[in-house]
């Protein structure tokens, strides 16, 4: 292992996209490919070397198709997780895996091509059929293996091409990006020979002819027309017809559509989060008050959501439903003539005020309302965990606990006469828990007592006191929760809490 990383340390930097130093999960990748011998390479992206090695972009790897199980275990020993693009953006030999750097708390997308595609997702894009010399002409380069100046600026200007659109000539202006691929462009003509590019193009893409492949190069300048630019993008399009793959009419227009529709420069309703291919996951935090779970609960959600789709939610404060609200409104109005009624001597069973041995119908149904309201939110939670999101829960019902999130009807009927009304209430509110399953990943903050207090100030001592002792006291063994000491720094705790969800997914 050791030659290999101080091979990784003497690296060329004269490259001028050479800036900063690599993420650790990067480096290991680049050392773990390089070790198996992988037959592989960074087909794009040299030039933004800053964005992938830092994190902030994607790693476009093309893989030969017979190291696909060897490639995919190095990514699974790696921490690496795929991840599902919606739909429409899903493109056959085209896979996403993200693994997390803990270190710099980052995440690393590797675009992962088992077939060289070009072309944007809402275009038609083209298979070249050339992986095997393409991949035969890797060499090493900075981190990772790239191809021959010739295949690279093939491959570059084919893609860039492909990007003219008649919305470009339409607008009149020259598209922003021509500007900011001239330093890569530029670059790239002075790594190749003339008639190596021209014995290249003729070996192994005929169909793009030395003239017309300078005719591309050309369109590519400052100085072309949009017109003549859209004009040399049919051309290719003529050209590679038999390697186009055209998406379903529906999508194309779909696509279209959020193209022209965009707000702040993102396309409008179009979301670029991914599922996890391996099915999502409900992760729920329970713990008292002051052991940070609401805390931890935006943080977690904040971090998985710039990459993949995630909701949150607060399985103990589920939003009310209009029955609950119903009987919020029928408790305070009994509540104002119940009062009158023990003055004047008389008892009833629906006031607020409970007569010994007969507690209120209406808190009773308020109990199992609030369980029915939990149980809808779960059902949604479930739902979109199954779609391959994540969901976040703050606090769920668990039988550990009695004073949060639980059951509270049987409590209320101790030392009472069950009737027919409140025996159906009692078995209404089981049905209710009893289908809230337990999520993927359950995990407990734990806090001593003291330490709560202390931290929740907005609240009465007792009572804080008394939530958090449930939890410092309670038995998690033998069970499948995760427990946290929450009495850490934030710091540490997010971390931890981090790395295992992560390694839950």
Same mark, same amino acid.
């Given at each position: ?8 340390? %003497? ?136 191809? &021959? ?92 017809? &038999? ?5 379903? &009419? ?168 069950? %009737? ?54 309670? %038995? ?14 934030? &710091? ?14």
């Amino acid at each position: 292992m050791q030659p290999q990383a101080d091979e990784l340390q %003497n690296e060329d930097k004269s490259s001028p996209q050479f800036k900063v130093s690599a993420l650790p999960l990067v480096r290991e990748l680049c050392q773990a490919l390089k070790l198996q011998g992988i037959v592989y390479c960074q087909w794009k992206g040299h030039w933004k070397h800053d964005r992938w090695a830092s994190g902030e972009g994607d790693l476009d790897i093309l893989v030969s198709r017979v190291e696909v199980q060897r490639f995919t275990s190095i990514l699974c020993q790696l921490g690496f997780k795929q991840a599902l693009p919606p739909p429409e953006r899903q493109t056959p030999g085209i896979l996403s895996y993200y693994g997390f750097d803990t270190s710099a708390n980052k995440f690393v997308h590797v675009h992962v091509y088992y077939q060289l595609v070009v072309g944007q997702y809402w275009t038609i894009n083209y298979r070249l059929p050339i992986e095997k010399p393409f991949l035969e002409s890797a060499v090493q380069r900075n981190m990772f293996q790239a191809p &021959a100046p010739e295949f690279e600026l093939m491959v570059f200007a084919l893609r860039m091409v492909q990007r003219y659109s008649i919305l470009n000539s339409l607008c009149g202006r020259q598209p922003v990006w021509t500007a900011v691929v001239q330093k890569e462009l530029d670059y790239l003509e002075k790594q190749v020979e003339p008639a190596k590019m021209h014995c290249t193009l003729k070996q192994h893409l005929p169909n793009i002819d030395a003239i017309f492949f300078h005719t591309c190069l050309e369109s590519l300048r400052p100085g072309c027309s949009n017109w003549k630019r859209l004009r040399v993008r049919n051309q290719l399009h003529t050209r590679l017809k &038999a390697h186009a793959r055209r998406r379903p &009419a529906f999508q194309i227009l779909l696509a279209l559509g959020r193209r022209v529709i965009t707000t702040r420069g993102r396309v409008f309703l179009e979301s670029s989060r991914k599922h996890l291919a391996s099915g999502g996951a409900i992760i729920a935090l329970a713990g008292g008050d002051g052991a940070g779970k609401s805390t931890s609960v935006d943080e977690l959600y904040v971090w998985l959501s710039k990459e993949f789709e995630t909701m949150k939610v607060h399985i103990g404060k589920p939003t009310r439903s209009l029955l609950t609200l119903g009987v919020a409104v029928a408790r305070r109005i009994v509540g104002l003539f119940g009062s009158s009624s023990h003055k004047e001597g008389g008892v009833s069973s629906l006031t607020e005020t409970d007569s010994p041995g007969a507690p209120s119908y209406l808190r009773l149904l308020r109990s199992v309302c609030i369980a029915r309201d939990r149980y809808r939110l779960y059902v949604k939670a479930r739902r979109f965990a199954m779609g391959g999101g994540v969901v976040i829960c703050d606090r769920y019902p668990l039988s550990q606990i009695q004073l949060m999130d639980g059951p509270t009807v049987k409590q209320s009927l101790q030392g009472a006469t069950i %009737n027919r009304v409140s025996g159906f209430l009692l078995r209404a509110e089981a049905w209710y828990y009893q289908q809230i399953l337990p999520p993927e990943l359950l995990v407990v903050l734990k806090v001593d007592p003291e330490t709560a207090v202390r931290r929740k100030t907005n609240e009465e001592a007792a009572y804080v006191r008394a939530r958090s002792r449930e939890i410092w006291e309670a %038995n998690w063994q033998g069970t499948r929760v995760r427990v946290i000491d929450a009495s850490r720094p934030k &710091a540490d705790v997010l971390s931890e809490l981090q790395s295992l969800v992560w390694s839950e997914l």
